[in-house]
């Protein structure tokens, strides 16, 4: 570690207070995106989306299992895949324990992959997660919320609303040989009318879930490489002693 | 005392694996000032499987400033309070590298970030 980094209490205090006042602006700014989000006009779904469930087929309307709002986690797990997406894998470890608080705030968490549901619920004992997870096989559903436009339908490509930075990638199965992609939806149900109200994509999720954040307040920070990480978190090498 | 705080609780219950934390050389522990005897019973009713330290022996959480000189019934949670701490070990030397309270915590990753996303956000007026 280098020598200049280490100071004592007083100048560890001092320096700390300081940055608590930029992290609290970050806080009344999120607050203040938080209520720009609440502002985003709703639009009105008017496909009949079909999902599998462990229940019974499912419509997008009763997936909100009798709460009024739905937020939709779409999961990297294609037809031909063996696994998820370890990526979309590490966030849904982070799902569980959140459910039911969010049940209790009129809010209903589903993970949807286009995989088939047997397929999804192996995989799901192996990661050992009780979260909801549906599949839309055979819809296009996870492409309806990725793509908005008749161009982007058209060519596969526009992930995370035309970043240039995701220019290249294309998104099955607008695009038959493309990839899936991860993204999470809200949507309301109001007097039976489902409306989208917001989908986030790519590095929008990164504030989602634990570790991302933790990692941001360690002294190393999240670290610079990331070819062996994140992984399933059954598939780390153990840990050195 | 015989519970955790609910609202620590719930940010626990968002505690994501951490196959994930220690692939970063990170370990991760929730210590409380209450006696193991009491820890143990609500993390089993909990479901939690984090490691979980007793300070009930030290001033560890006195002198982090999250608890009070001596425990006081007549308040919440006997007057615990609740606090994120960040150390960094080199050899045998210890560091403290970061600490957060109050809400500062919510962008952990957690349910608030969640609401944050919903129609009707976190519904708390």
Known sequence: ?241 | MNEGCDGCSMVVDNIGHLAHLHARDTSFALVSRAPSAKIEPFKERMGWTIPWYSSFASDFNVGFGVSPESPRPTEHQDGEMFGLSVFLRDGDSIFRAYFTNGRGVEALGSNWTFLDLTPLGRQED
């Open chain 1, 1 to 241: 570690m280098p020598e200049s980094k280490v100071g004592t209490r007083d100048e560890w205090l001092a320096a700390r207070v300081e940055l608590l006042e930029r992290e609290k602006e970050l806080t009344r700014r999120s607050d203040e995106l938080a209520r720009k989000r609440r502002e985003l006009p709703w639009v009105q779904v008017e496909e009949e989306y079909r999902f599998d469930t462990d229940e019974s087929t499912k419509t997008l309307a009763e997936l909100f299992d009798g709460r009024s709002q739905l937020l939709v986690f779409h999961l990297m797990f294609g037809p031909d895949d063996a696994a998820a997406c370890p990526g979309c894998s590490f966030m849904a470890d982070h799902v569980d324990g959140a459910v039911v608080h969010l049940n209790h705030r009129e809010v209903t968490f589903v993970a949807a992959s286009r995989a088939p549901l047997e397929k999804l619920d192996a995989y799901k004992r192996r990661m050992g997660w009780s979260l909801p997870w549906v599949s839309s096989f055979g819809s296009d559903f996870n492409t309806d919320f990725a793509l908005f436009t008749d161009e982007q339908r058209r060519t596969g490509t526009g992930y995370n609303f035309a970043s240039p930075r995701r220019a290249d990638l294309r998104i099955a199965p607008a695009a038959p040989d493309g990839e899936e992609l991860h993204g999470l939806s809200a949507f309301a149900l109001e007097d039976g009318v489902v409306y989208h109200t917001y989908s986030c994509y790519d590095r929008g999720t990164d504030v989602l879930h634990g570790t991302w954040q933790l990692l941001d307040r360690t002294p190393k920070g999240r670290g610079g490489d990331f070819e062996g990480w994140p992984r399933r978190h059954d598939e780390y090498e153990q840990r050195r002693a």
